[in-house]
T-cell receptor
Framework: DTAVSQTPKYLVTQMGNDKSIKCEQN?????MYWYKQDSKKFLKIMFS???????INETVPNRFSPKSPDKAHLNLHINSLELGDSAVYFC????????????FGSGTRLTVV | AQKVTQAQTEISVVEKEDVTLDCVYE???????LFWYKQPPSGELVFLIR??????QNEISGRYSWNFQKSTSSFNFTITASQVVDSAVYFC?????????????FGKGITLSVRP
């Protein structure tokens, strides 16, 4: 059983489209995150949710909207995709505010053409 | 503000050489955690180690060892007798916990190439 699973693994889409990435964790963790890895491999947090409540929103354009229907799921919806949104998006989860560590999904490679 | 500096960007070694990856961090928190992750060419992030700020004991796990020095705000990672399978990008990260916020701040990563 995959602990943190993301779908899809690859996503190729045209500029201007709207797309979603789904994330599910089966670890019983109370906090979930989205991180973005750019073309230079730099990883930066975008959002975190704790028990379905938005905790961190790191100056991400409002075209990005996370949604957490329950504490096991955190989806990322992106409107009006731009070329600069091309990146790898990682979902992660943690318990105890991360003091026990973070578990990452395998990433979703988004390519906007 | 949290900051992690990995000054080395790319390192190339020949198999069986030892290699040390440097990590320097900045934080005003008294309680924090430090992590190392490996990202092989397949792209996933593989957890290697977590160390809390109160535990300065060095750790060894097989060919891997970590040296945490609070006095110099460093958490360096050494691979002994490197192997081709060690080729990857290695990230050092700082875990910060402010109220309900918790997040990882990553360094820019070090690309390690181990040549046969």
């Amino acid at each position: 059983d995959t602990a943190v699973s993301q779908t899809p693994k690859y996503l190729v889409t045209q500029m201007g489209n709207d797309k979603s990435i789904k994330c599910e964790q089966n670890l019983g963790h109370d906090t979930m995150y989205w991180y973005k890895q750019d073309s230079k491999k730099f990883l930066k947090i975008m959002f975190s949710y704790n028990n379905k409540e938005l905790i961190i929103n790191e100056t991400v354009p409002n075209r990005f909207s996370p949604k957490s229907p329950d504490k096991a799921h955190l989806n990322l919806h992106i409107n009006s995709l731009e070329l600069g949104d091309s990146a790898v998006y990682f979902c992660a989860s943690s318990q105890d505010r991360g003091t026990s560590g973070y578990t990452f999904g395998s990433g979703t490679r988004l390519t906007v053409v | 503000a949290q900051k992690v500096t990995q000054a080395q960007t790319e390192i190339s070694v020949v198999e069986k050489e030892d290699v040390t990856l440097d990590c320097v961090y900045e934080t005003r928190d008294t309680t924090y955690y430090l992590f190392w992750y490996k990202q092989p060419p397949s792209g996933e992030l593989v957890f290697l180690i977590r160390r809390n700020s109160f535990d300065e004991q060095n750790e060894i796990s097989g060919r891997y060892s970590w040296n945490f020095q609070k006095s110099t705000s460093s958490f360096n990672f050494t691979i002994t007798a490197s192997q081709v399978v060690d080729s990857a990008v290695y990230f050092c990260a700082l875990g910060s916990y402010t109220g309900a916020n918790s997040k990882l701040t990553f360094g820019k990563g070090i690309t390690l190439s181990v040549r046969p």
